[in-house]
């Protein structure tokens, strides 16, 4: 017997990378034979994520599909057992010893030009080399292996006869089927289109609350929104690398009314976010050294004149001849960043701020941003909880540092807090990064985003994981009944 299981899981987030919003079609046993799972501990993590767009920090990661590297196994002739040397009691080696060891390191080095030479590099084989080099296809060793893919529509997994797990798989069969718009995504599981959705936050969620036959789980993402501020010169916005015009900006949006007006609607005890790293409900972690900036247009307005920056006759400021008129970017067809981005353009412009709307596709957006593209972008870095990947992001020379954000003093902090194993140590530093950065605003934090995971009660076994992984990470365990 065949059952069809749809399930919508939406990501626009950057690991902290680009994931899209998925239906997915399930092919499934009616119920496990043996006790299912969904008993078990809930594991409380999971990532922020949103139809149709990328968030990053690992671009292109499939959730639920493990994969491993094959190397070949080394030729039985290459294999040596160690050999001692004989040392003098002074610990030199006699002249028989010194022979003895140019002529193994000569033998060692021979023995990995087969292994070795004209391989894939091992730093980036993980990038480039993810197939199986003799049949070209990709390798799995997860419960389920991808066996088709069709661009801008779907992905199928199967379920893996191979699995090496305590139980085999107990669907069959599972289609992620993409969708760019969140209002679609929401809507084909209102419509039963779809079985689940894993949606980033909308407002449309809170009127599926009580609707019969579903069930939704939220919890406190990893995933953290923020404001970005490029100050690069190919950004084409000069002001954005002086830290006192960020800090200005700061001054100029009210992130409290983003939280009341929109995100208080899905959670009342949802706060601001006041921290790069940690999440507010990282207890013990999280200190809020972002909380200064509190909506101000008379502290904007003190720190313009300061600089002699002058207002025009439209009341928008202007400095050293160059207008406070700003682009300001975010994921076209999410619709709640749509309506962050409404809400601070008319708080900006009442303090003498204009932000132009600058919207792409995530598709296009985050390639552009990733490029230096922009002037303000909007978007989320998702993580797991743990503070790594800091160096990548806002260290100088990071891969993720888009913004060319350069600041020695923060990047020695992060990459001694990656190298510091005592966690009291390490949190220490990276929270003096932070505070660092609340100084010069590379980019303004503002909202931990929660977690909304949505499906028909028949659905067993699923389960919220907060954290990058989402809620596939557990898909052998999954069944309907």
Same mark, same amino acid.
């Given at each position: 017997?065949?059952?069809?299981?749809?399930?919508?899981?939406?990501?626009?987030?950057?690991?902290?990378?680009?994931?899209?919003?998925?239906?997915?079609?399930?092919?499934?046993?009616?119920?496990?034979?043996r006790?299912?799972?969904?008993?078990?501990?809930?594991?409380?993590?999971?990532e922020?994520?949103?139809?149709?767009?990328?968030?990053?920090?690992?671009?292109?990661?499939?959730?639920?599909?493990?994969?491993?590297?094959?190397?070949g196994?080394?030729?039985?002739?290459?294999?040596?057992?160690?050999?001692?040397?004989?040392?003098?009691?002074?610990?030199?080696?006699?002249?028989?010893?010194?022979?003895?060891?140019?002529?193994?390191?000569?033998?060692?080095?021979r023995?990995?030009?087969?292994?070795?030479?004209?391989?894939?590099?091992?730093?980036?084989v993980?990038?480039?080399?993810?197939?199986?080099?003799?049949?070209?296809?990709?390798?799995?060793?997860?419960?389920? *292996?991808m066996?088709?893919?069709t661009?801008?529509?779907?992905?199928?997994?199967?379920?893996?006869?191979?699995?090496?797990?305590?139980?085999?798989?107990?669907?069959?069969?599972?289609v992620?089927v993409?969708?760019?718009?969140?209002?679609?995504?929401i809507q084909?599981?209102?419509?039963?289109?779809?079985?689940?959705?894993?949606?980033?936050?909308?407002?449309?969620l809170?009127?599926?609350?009580?609707?019969?036959?579903l069930?939704?789980?939220?919890?406190?993402g990893?995933?953290?929104?923020?404001?970005?501020?490029?100050?690069?010169?190919?950004?084409?916005?000069?002001?954005?690398r002086?830290?006192w015009?960020?800090?200005?900006?700061?001054?100029?949006?009210?992130?409290q009314?983003?939280?009341?007006?929109?995100?208080k609607?899905?959670?009342?005890?949802?706060?601001v976010?006041?921290?790069?790293?940690?999440?507010?409900?990282?207890?013990?972690?999280?200190?809020?050294?972002?909380?200064?900036?509190?909506?101000?247009? *008379?502290?904007v307005?003190?720190?313009?004149?300061?600089?002699?920056?002058t207002?025009?006759?439209d009341?928008?400021?202007?400095?050293?001849? *160059?207008k406070a008129?700003?682009?300001?970017?975010?994921?076209?067809?999410?619709?709640?960043?749509?309506?962050?981005?409404?809400?601070?353009?008319?708080?900006?412009?009442?303090?003498?701020?204009?932000?132009v709307?600058?919207?792409?596709?995530?598709?296009?957006?985050?390639?552009?941003?990733?490029?230096?593209?922009?002037q303000?972008?909007?978007?989320?870095?998702?993580? *797991?909880?743990?503070?790594f990947?800091?160096?990548?992001?806002?260290?100088i020379?990071?891969g993720?540092?888009?913004?060319?954000y350069?600041?020695?003093?923060?990047?020695n902090l992060?990459?001694?807090?990656?190298?510091?194993?005592?966690?009291t140590?390490?949190?220490?530093?990276?929270?003096?990064?932070?505070?660092?950065?609340?100084?010069?605003?590379?980019?303004?934090?503002?909202?931990?985003?929660p977690?909304?995971?949505?499906?028909?009660?028949?659905?067993?076994?699923?389960?919220?994981?907060?954290?990058?992984?989402?809620?596939?990470d557990?898909m052998?365990?999954?069944?309907?009944?």
């Open positions: 017997m065949q059952q069809h299981l749809d399930v919508l899981d939406g990501r626009d987030a950057v690991p902290r990378a680009v994931h899209s919003e998925a239906r997915l079609l399930v092919r499934a046993r009616p119920r496990p034979e006790q299912d799972r969904q008993g078990e501990a809930h594991d409380d993590r999971r922020d994520q949103e139809a149709g767009g990328l968030e990053r920090r690992r671009p292109g990661h499939l959730p639920g599909l493990q994969v491993r590297l094959a190397t196994d080394q030729p039985e002739e290459r294999r040596r057992k160690p050999q001692r040397l004989r040392l003098d009691q002074d610990d030199h080696a006699h002249e028989q010893g010194r022979q003895e060891l140019q002529r193994h390191l000569r033998e060692a080095v023995s990995l030009e087969g292994p070795l030479n004209g391989q894939p590099d091992f730093n980036n993980w990038l480039n080399d993810t197939n199986n080099p003799k049949t070209g296809k990709p390798i799995s060793d997860g419960p389920f *292996t066996t088709n893919y661009k801008g529509q779907s992905m199928t997994f199967t379920a893996n006869p191979k699995w090496w797990g305590p139980h085999k798989p107990y669907l069959s069969k599972v992620f993409f969708r760019t718009n969140t209002d679609t995504e084909a599981i209102r419509g039963g289109e779809v079985d689940a959705i894993y949606p980033q936050p909308q407002l449309q809170v009127d599926l609350k009580g609707q019969p036959g069930k939704i789980e939220s919890n406190a990893t995933t953290l929104e923020h404001l970005d501020f490029n100050e690069q010169l190919k950004g084409g916005m000069p002001l954005l002086a830290p015009f960020r800090q200005a900006l700061a001054y100029a949006v009210n992130r009314a983003v939280i009341t007006q929109i995100y609607k899905f959670n009342p005890k949802q706060q976010l006041q921290n790069l790293t940690y999440g507010n409900s990282q207890k013990g972690l999280y200190v809020p050294h972002f909380q200064k900036y509190v909506f101000s247009p *008379t502290k307005a003190s720190i313009m004149t300061k600089h002699n920056c207002k025009g006759s009341g928008i400021w202007s400095c050293n001849g *160059t008129t700003i682009k300001y970017g975010t994921t076209t067809g999410n619709k709640l960043r749509e309506l962050v981005q409404e809400i601070v353009q008319a708080q900006a412009k009442s303090a003498g701020i204009q932000f709307t600058d919207n792409d596709p995530s598709r296009l957006f985050f390639p552009r941003v990733s490029d230096g593209n922009y303000i972008a909007m978007f989320a870095w998702v993580g *797991t909880g743990d503070p990947g800091q160096t990548d992001i806002y260290g020379g990071g993720s540092n888009w913004k060319g350069n600041s020695v003093k923060v990047t992060f990459k001694a807090s990656d190298a510091e194993l005592n966690p140590k390490r949190t220490a530093l990276v929270n003096a990064a932070d505070a660092n950065m609340a100084a010069n605003v590379p980019t303004l934090p503002v909202v931990q985003k977690t909304f995971l949505v499906y028909k009660t028949k659905i067993h076994g699923i389960r919220d994981n907060s954290t990058v992984q989402g809620p596939t557990n052998q365990d999954w069944w309907v009944g």
